[in-house]
């Protein structure tokens, strides 16, 4: 059984850092494109970040460009995504989700709140 | 704004037939991408529901089919069930965007 488990949500100032985890199991991890994919409180999803199996090729929607920093271990079975300089808009649960390619989002965990408020 | 556009709410009773539409444009569905559909029950992560237009996971009932035609894409549920009650996002890979989009999302609500 596939598993998808997010970490590292919680409480932070506008301009603060947050580093968010996954970690999978049941998948040979290191064969999956992996995503991050957001939801504002009432509102839609929206893809935040991708990477490549090999780590060797990342994506970003264009607001978080600069700001956020996907990566992964292989050897870990994890993804991660480093959220710096963040933004009131930021608030969201944070999903972790594989592939998002042909085969769409196969996969998801079950998020993590991150909170950016003053 | 997205660029996939879903109505924001449908309902229908018990046993019937709904359709969930998802208008796009020639950057994104029109270009060819494949369109997936998600179902968000409340409080819970969206689950996969159909992929690749018109392909179910497996252990998703038949009662759910996808299909696409020119720009857009349908979601329809037969025999519509109070458990169908739920969230319903198409998302595909705009070429404009450089990555996956999604819709906005449909409220279906079971009478």
């Known amino acids: 059984e596939v598993q998808l488990v997010e970490s590292g949500g919680g409480l932070v100032q506008p301009g603060g850092s947050l580093r968010l985890s996954c970690a999978a199991s049941?998948?040979?991890?290191?064969?999956?494109?992996m995503s991050w994919v957001r939801q504002a409180p009432g509102k839609g999803l929206e893809w935040v970040a991708n990477?490549?199996?090999?780590?060797?090729?990342?994506n970003y929607v264009g607001s978080v460009k600069g700001r956020f920093t996907i990566s992964r271990d292989n050897a870990k079975n994890s993804v991660y995504l480093q959220m710096n300089n963040l933004r009131v808009e930021d608030t969201a649960v944070y999903y972790c989700?594989?592939?998002?390619?042909?085969?769409?989002?196969?996969?998801w965990g079950r998020g993590t709140l991150v909170t950016v408020s003053a | 704004q997205s660029v996939l556009t879903q109505p924001p709410s449908l309902s229908g009773a018990p046993g019937q037939r709904v359709t969930i539409s998802c208008t796009g444009s020639?950057?994104?569905?029109?270009?060819?991408?494949?369109v997936h559909w998600y179902q968000q029950l409340p409080g819970t992560a969206p689950r996969l529901l159909i992929f690749?237009?018109?392909n179910r996971p497996s252990g998703v009932p038949d009662r759910f089919s996808g299909s696409k035609s020119g720009a857009s894409a349908s979601l329809a549920i037969t025999g519509l069930q109070a458990e169908d009650e739920a969230d319903y996002y198409c998302?595909?890979?705009?070429?404009?965007?450089?990555?996956?989009?999604f819709g906005g999302g449909t409220k279906l609500t079971v009478l």
């Open positions: 989700a594989t592939r998002g390619g042909p085969k769409g989002f196969d996969y």
């Open positions: 049941g998948l040979r991890f290191s064969t999956f494109w």
């Open positions: 990477i490549k199996e090999n780590g060797n090729e990342k």
């Open positions: 020639s950057s994104n569905i029109g270009a060819g991408y494949a």
């Open positions: 690749d237009d018109t």
């Open positions: 998302q595909s890979y705009d070429s404009r965007l450089s990555g996956p989009t």
